[in-house]
């Protein structure tokens, strides 16, 4: 690849906080159950492995870059350039100790466990409040060799886990006695970690049996649930990854702000299954929602933030005037692009007869703000399933 070409390549990603290092090649772990196993939906980059030299490029770079309190640079999940575990590059490490010492930025890393536990915990203790330490530990039980076939042992990980390193530690329910018995293990070694909870959604590229395993998770997330609750851990503990159930514990937000953008009954709104059902449930007739299904992601995604414009475009029946929530043009801090990469303006050009307006309320902003407001674990066992009308949620149908 050219010098300029990779230049540009990682200074676009800089621009949006990313620390692109590069395993120069996919990632060897090969999780079944990765999300970005088909990431066909974005354009990306085969960046070679980085060297020194590229190294001191992005460290450059982020070094002209004011530093700011509420910042964090984040160490895997990029834009341009594939997803890796990004600390199996053999000098992620060093790299990571540079940018402390001579930065006086904030990192945020995720990995499944390639880390050194010694390390990590030291440099967490020369560097307290700097280091945003999001471990994958997605199962300690008997799932984990299937679903993590190059992945780290179980005993790896609570190494890692047992030090002030780890900020929050993600793990899901994948049948009876999964996220409960692991809430229970890790809270045992740390207790000041948050504990992310949840079930993991199959998308249509994850193969029938980790699909299935998702699903079965799914099923038993309300049991595993109460029990976590009814253990009282002392950490902080939340369940993520279900945008139903989210959208269903902000439904007053979510009305709320519907009211606020203040929409004529005939006034058409895009918007996905998961507000749909709040909003027909709730605030029926209020506007004409549009339902438009995750089609770009596929499986059983049903979340508003994760929408593309071509999943819009393929429900569009000639309105003339359709409102789009502002949420799904957010992918890129620095134009208005979806998840896919495709630009407002190039879809706006696709279909010159329509005018299309913005609920610039409906934001990332708003919906991550909310989404930590109200995903406590607690929120979930007290207000969703503690509460009759949840049932009656889980029941609703969504439109062809
Ligand atoms: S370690 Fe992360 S990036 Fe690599 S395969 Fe697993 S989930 Fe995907």
């Known amino acids: 690849m050219e010098k300029e070409l990779m230049h540009n390549i990682l200074r676009a990603e800089i621009k949006d906080r990313k620390i692109p290092i590069s395993l120069g090649k996919t990632c060897p772990v090969k999780c079944t159950f990765c999300y970005e196993k088909d990431h066909s939906y974005r354009n990306t980059f085969d960046t070679p492995r980085t060297t020194e030299e590229d190294w001191q490029f992005i460290l450059n770079e982020i070094r002209n870059f004011p530093s700011k309190a509420d910042e964090s640079w984040v160490l895997g999940g990029?834009?341009?350039?594939?997803?890796?575990?990004i600390p199996l590059h053999p000098r992620a490490m060093d790299w990571i100790e540079e940018f402390l010492d001579t930065t006086d930025k904030k990192i945020t890393m995720f990995t499944v466990g390639y880390v050194n536990p010694e390390r990590i915990n030291k440099l967490a203790e020369r560097h307290p409040g700097r280091i945003n330490f999001e471990l994958s530990?997605?199962?300690?039980?008997?799932?984990?060799?299937k679903m993590m076939p190059n992945g780290p042992t179980a005993d790896q990980v609570l190494k890692i886990l047992d030090g002030?390193?780890?900020?929050?530690?993600?793990?899901?329910?994948?049948?009876p006695d999964t996220m409960s018995r692991d809430a229970r293990l890790i809270s045992r070694v740390n207790q000041n970690c948050l504990l992310w909870m949840g079930c993991l959604t199959p998308l249509k590229y994850i193969d029938p049996d980790t699909t299935a395993l998702m699903r079965y998770g799914k099923k038993h997330l309300a049991e595993e649930a109460r029990r976590v609750y009814e253990y009282n851990l002392p950490n902080t503990m939340m369940i993520h990854t279900e945008s139903d159930i989210t959208s269903f514990l902000n439904r007053k937000k979510i009305i709320k702000v519907l009211d606020d953008c203040e929409l004529e009954k005939n006034d058409t709104v895009v918007m996905a299954g998961n507000v749909y059902k709040v909003l027909t449930m709730l605030r029926p007739n209020r506007a004409k929602y549009l339902y438009v299904p995750n089609d770009t992601l596929g499986g059983d995604s049903n979340c508003t933030t994760l929408l593309t414009f071509s999943d819009v475009a393929k429900r569009l029946t000639g309105q003339s005037r359709v409102y789009l929530p502002k949420v799904i043009m957010e992918k890129s801090a620095n134009d208005e692009r979806d998840i896919a990469g495709e630009s407002f303006d190039d879809f706006k050009a696709k279909f010159p007869r329509c005018t299309f307006k913005v609920l610039q309320k409906v934001n990332s902003n708003l919906s991550n703000r909310k989404l930590y407001e109200k995903w406590f674990l607690k929120n979930y066992v007290e207000d969703y399933l503690g509460n009759p009308l949840s049932k009656k949620f889980e029941m609703m149908s969504l439109p062809n």
């Open 78 to 85: 990029n834009e341009y350039m594939e997803w890796t575990d």
């Open 137 to 145: 530990v997605i199962t300690l039980g008997e799932a984990r060799k």
């Open 164 to 175: 002030p390193a780890v900020t929050s530690a993600n793990f899901y329910s994948l049948g």
